[in-house]
């Protein structure tokens, strides 16, 4: 590939991928409005902030695990488009709706922390809607891919069949994961709430990377 | 045009694309909030919790049909940015003026998503106010477009003249489009909010470009 | 100034250009929370959601004045920033003071929104408060911009003595109509207000550009 | 370095800077929406408006405090980063925890804005949260750079051991000083909350700087 491809492939993408950062980048902030102080109206003493503020931690929990699931799919974001060298108006729009679903998780995320740890008063229903929105999030995130990488149709002259190969099968068992955790849910809201952490935990360290690294 | 022009209008305009950017992403990434997590106080069951995010339909719509025309009209700003070259201050105003409107989609999307659903209770005014928003909208971005492409004003000079007719009939009948939209909420609201769908849905899908291509 | 020169400014003062801009961008978004859809619970016919809906102008014209001074800070930072070379500590300090003051104008935009409108209930004070957030904004901008230009501290080499003595023209009178417009809250909030809404017309409209180009 | 080597870095660099900004920028412009604007249900006069913005003041301070400590943090990721010519999933990860973080400080912003100037209603927690929020910040800042810099394992080929000493030398005590926050904390809320005023505005002022270029 010539400086000057590369150049303009480089100007082609560039305008999809500061839009799309910027959306990871506000979706992943504005979380932290999830997580309201309590107000001095419904607390005494500072014994009773300690624990308004300890019975807040399903927001707290929450707020981590989907301030790392949306980082990781930046960080996974980020290492497809180094790969994808054209965008058209079909990648545009997988790519919305995958930024859609990235800012759609601020609701879930709310409805956890507010229903998490109150057995039998809407748990179930508010760790479903969670899961199933990250299991949306996998399978966007993948046919996103698909449609680029699926006959070379938007990779860069300068992927190689190697990094699209490792690329495919990185993500190809996301989905299945959080079908997992949302079929989890309902058997136990708690243990898929908590099986969500650890794949936000799992995604997140550079596990998978050493591993291959040694293949 | 030299590789030296070409730099120069890249940084011209490079610094207003950013800007706008920024405040398509913010403007689509805020609509979220809209949709309010419904309390424990009102919920005491997962039944019940399941019934009050069914309710929330008029509220996941508004946020799919306000999520995809501003995505639609950053694609579209994205296509008629490459072709502009230059800025200046009146250029400047009506960017601004654009997205003053794609900000303030919001309010009228809270307005949809409280209002749809209940008829004869603000459905018509609030149905009224969303499409006027849109008809604003689609003149504000086709006036953009004619005050930078009438007499090659503010166009780049690798700007074709078959590309400049190709994005004029492209969106003259948008406008169109959202004051039919606009008129019929006065018959039926819930028909008007299904036609902004269909138009978002419509504008999304690379039906046009294909169309475009076979000429 | 050899191309590289000119490269490494570019750098150099590129990254605290993008913060500001994502700054200015969020802070003129944020606005439209401050109109808030007036909820199911307040209204009960299509009459009265127009009512309610009529009521917000203040509002709405609290949001186009915001928005437009906002923007035209924005326009104007721009422009300076095309003379500015090199930043220092200092530099980004005094720009981090604007950057705060041009956040901070979502308070008193939600002030005067809620005060303007019912006299002898706020309304002064909440023009006081915006007329003076809008002072101290022409301050600091004036004071950003002294400590680039004087003894040409941070100005790039290109940067002629023609274009620092016009930048210098164009913005020193903006503080003086704002503490016209502060002192005018004390006799009239309503006139007051309104002479806001002029200003940033004024300094929106690209009067004072075409006046300098006759020169 | 060669010129290629230089443009590598930097586009290797560049997307995790530009994703960072845009954290910083948009948690810092989130800290106004928690000063809420008293609403007229609750004020009678233009004295009473008065009084209740008065009221506010804690809620001023901490806007202050948490602003310049965010925008400090965000100068300082600056400076370290024009040293970091690399990047991988280790590193992503610590600038997200970072990030994090710099996010999170927006909870007890809206604490310490809620139950400072209440003595023995929920101000000694309030705090104590707030400055534990700075000490884990700075712990985090500091993490970071050792990272990248120990063994000399992300620096730029450009970047001199005596620039990579500096940054070193200038962060290493910013732990310490939260630390002595966090503790005072327990003695007087507002002792430690002036405290953190005073270290914002020390980390601000370019004195440090002064001081090292006259070493």
Redesign the interface.
């Known amino acids: 590939m010539t400086v000057e491809a590369a150049a303009d492939e ?2 082609e993408t560039g ?5 799309s ?13 999830e ?3 309590p ?2 109206h419904d ?4 014994g ?3 624990h308004a ?1 300890r019975d807040l931690w399903p927001a707290y929990l929450a ?2 695990i989907s ?2 699931t949306i ?1 990781v799919t ?2 996974n974001h ?1 290492a497809i488009m180094r790969l994808v060298g054209r965008t ?3 990648f ?2 997988l790519n ?1 709706l995958l ?2 679903l990235i ?2 998780v ?2 879930p995320t ?2 956890v922390a ?2 998490i740890g ?1 057995a ?7 760790v479903q ?1 969670y899961t199933a929105t990250f299991v949306l999030l996998a399978f966007a995130f993948n046919f996103l891919w698909w449609y680029a990488a699926s006959g070379n149709r938007l990779l860069s002259a300068s992927a190689t069949p190697a990094q699209v190969r490792a690329i495919g099968r990185r993500y190809r068992f996301g989905p299945l994961f959080y079908v997992a955790a949302f079929l989890l849910a309902f058997i136990s809201p708690l243990a898929s709430f908590g099986l969500c952490l650890l794949l936000a935990l799992f995604f ?3 596990f998978d ?1 050493r591993a291959e690294a040694r293949r």
């Open positions: 480089t100007k305008r999809g991928e500061a839009f950062d910027s959306v990871f980048a506000i979706a992943v902030t504005l979380l932290i409005l997580i309201r102080a107000t001095q607390i005494g003493s500072d009773e902030l300690w503020l707020y981590i301030f790392a980082l930046w960080i980020h058209d108006h079909t545009l729009l919305g930024l859609a800012t759609a601020n609701f709310s409805l507010e229903y109150h039998g008063q809407g748990d179930r229903v508010a809607v997140a360290l550079p990377n």
